[in-house]
């Protein structure tokens, strides 16, 4: 072999050597990054930030003040609520899915989105979070956001909420719950178990109904054969059951 071939051979392996380590030292693109996960009190539009058991509130570009306004036992698991204004607090608490909502001056206005304020508009006093005044263009939108709650499709139609949950249809055969639901709305879907366990979601709460009883769990906790009982503590006379006992106080001391 002569000179000549040699020189090829070493630049053809230098040059494969040097491609190999490019490829090995590349960075992953941003898009291959996970994602950060949403924590379990965040709401769109609101900074959150658990503090020594309380959580703290903030609208985008606000920082935590020496100066601010308490909501005890107003949040997710009864948690105590810090913000800067009361207004935020409020807002903050009131926000679900599917609505816009604004505080103002204490009263809570209910949109949906695309909607906007206007002079003529239905009055629910006292029927919103921590009893606020609440206010909608109609009926039945106050109707819809009140009966609104996570994990359930619901419909209001001639004064009666209907429950149900992901894939559910509503059918000929219900279960009827005479005044249950908020502002005494009758209550209908398509077992019992389904009812009992819209009546029992609370933030914060993961519940479940089985042949009428009701397991009230927070996040991690499990079903076991050990638990505590509240016989009749729950909706509709529901016996109530957990892990422990505390888990059971907080819960049925939680007003939403």
């Given at each position: 072999?002569?000179?000549?071939?040699?020189?090829?051979?070493?630049?053809?392996?230098?040059?494969?050597?040097?491609?190999?380590?490019?490829?090995?030292?590349?960075?992953?693109?941003?898009?291959?990054?996970?994602?950060?996960?949403?924590?379990?009190?965040d709401?769109?539009?609101?900074q959150?930030?658990?503090?020594?058991?309380?959580?703290?509130?903030?609208?985008?570009?606000?920082?935590?003040?020496?100066?601010?306004?308490t909501?005890?036992?107003?949040?997710?698991?009864?948690?105590?609520?810090?913000?800067?204004?009361?207004?935020?607090?409020?807002?903050?608490?009131?926000?679900?899915?599917?609505?816009?909502?604004?505080?103002?001056?204490?009263?809570?206005?209910?949109?949906?989105?695309?909607?906007?304020?206007?002079?003529?508009?239905?009055?629910?006093?006292?029927?919103?979070?921590?009893?606020?005044?609440?206010?909608?263009?109609?009926?039945?939108?106050?109707?819809?956001?009140?009966?609104?709650?996570?994990?359930?499709?619901?419909?209001?139609?001639?004064?009666?909420?209907?429950?149900?949950?992901?894939?559910?249809?509503?059918?000929?055969?219900?279960?009827t719950?005479?005044?249950?639901?908020p502002?005494?709305?009758?209550?209908?879907?398509?077992?019992?178990?389904?009812?009992?366990?819209y009546l029992?979601?609370?933030?914060?709460?993961?519940?479940?109904?089985?042949?009428?009883?009701?397991?009230?769990?927070?996040?991690?906790?499990?079903?076991?054969?050990?638990?505590?009982?509240?016989?009749?503590?729950?909706?509709?006379?529901?016996?109530l059951?957990?892990?422990?006992?505390?888990?059971?106080?907080?819960?049925?001391?939680?007003?939403?």
């Amino acid at each position: 072999m002569n000179r000549t071939t040699l020189l090829l051979i070493g630049a053809l392996a230098g040059g494969l050597l040097l491609g190999g380590c490019q490829t090995a030292m590349k960075e992953p693109s941003a898009s291959a990054q996970p994602a950060a996960a949403a924590g379990p009190y965040d709401k769109p539009g609101f900074q959150v930030e658990v503090d020594d058991g309380r959580l703290w509130v903030l609208k985008p570009g606000e920082e935590k003040s020496g100066k601010y306004v308490t909501l005890i036992g107003a949040g997710p698991h009864g948690m105590t609520v810090r913000a800067l204004e009361r207004d935020t607090a409020l807002q903050y608490i009131a926000a679900k899915p599917g609505f816009d909502v604004e505080v103002q001056d204490g009263r809570l206005w209910v949109l949906k989105p695309g909607q906007e304020k206007s002079g003529k508009h239905a009055t629910l006093i006292g029927a919103g979070p921590q009893g606020m005044t609440l206010r909608a263009l109609d009926q039945n939108i106050a109707l819809e956001y009140l009966a609104t709650k996570p994990g359930f499709d619901i419909e209001v139609q001639d004064g009666r909420l209907w429950v149900l949950k992901p894939g559910q249809e509503k059918s000929g055969k219900y279960v009827t719950l005479i005044g249950a639901g908020p502002q005494n709305m009758t209550l209908r879907a398509l077992d019992m178990d389904t009812a009992l366990e819209y009546l029992a979601a609370k933030p914060g709460y993961d519940v479940q109904a089985v042949d009428g009883r009701v397991w009230v769990l927070k996040p991690g906790q499990e079903k076991s054969g050990k638990y505590a009982t509240r016989i009749a503590a729950g909706p509709g006379n529901a016996t109530l059951r957990g892990v422990d006992m505390e888990t059971l106080d907080a819960y049925l001391a939680y007003r939403p």
